[in-house]
């Protein structure tokens, strides 16, 4: 989140600015106006300093009664900056000024790199003792993939020779008998 600059307009008088003498900032910040009364304007200025390095969508606000208002203000340049923010509130009535300074982006984010990513492989990791015993010792099926295709083979028999036996019909055991040299084959090529 942003940092932010409060400004707090008619919470006195009308047309009344109540802010902070300074803000300190490393990046982009919202000046966030709360209006306490009647709707008004509010008139906001970067100097010289401030916009070489920062810029404002608008610069004149309308703010509703009673209500609240973001005003983003948009750092192009990091650097070490000192300013002013001019800000009024009824075409000029009130006027009151922020000092701003901006400092150096904190550069705690960055993140440290292992030399050994930098080489072909080097993010590859030797498996670890359990993961390696259980790719060696791994469940029946995984040491026999044939175990399942066998075992699926056997039940369409069954199933073919039971509806042979049901349905006692000529067609129905001529299906049975391909199904059974079909298995017959592919336990063949299986096991080769």
Known sequence: M????????????????????????????????????????????????????????????YVEANSRRDIPVSVHEHGVVHGKIKLSAG??????????KLTEPDDTGSVEVDESLAEPGGGEREPTDEESDG????????????????????????????????????????GAAVVFVAVLLAGYLLVR
Not at 31 to 46: D, E, P, Q, T, Y
Request: aromatic share 4%.
């Open 91 to 100: 075409y000029g009535a009130t006027t009151r000024w922020v000092d701003v």
């Open 135 to 174: 790719a060696a010792s791994g469940s029946m099926l995984a040491d026999r993939p044939a175990l399942p295709v066998l075992a699926l083979g056997a039940l369409a028999v069954a199933v073919a020779i039971g509806a042979a036996t049901v349905f006692e019909s000529g067609v129905v055991a001529a």
């Open 2 to 61: 942003p940092d932010e600059l409060p400004v707090d307009v008619n919470r006195r008088e009308r047309n009344s600015l109540n802010v902070p003498a300074s803000i300190e900032t490393d990046d982009s910040f919202v000046v966030r106006v709360r209006n306490h009364g009647n709707a008004s304007r509010v008139h906001v200025h970067l100097d010289e300093n401030l916009s070489a390095v920062a810029s404002l969508d608008e610069t004149n606000h």
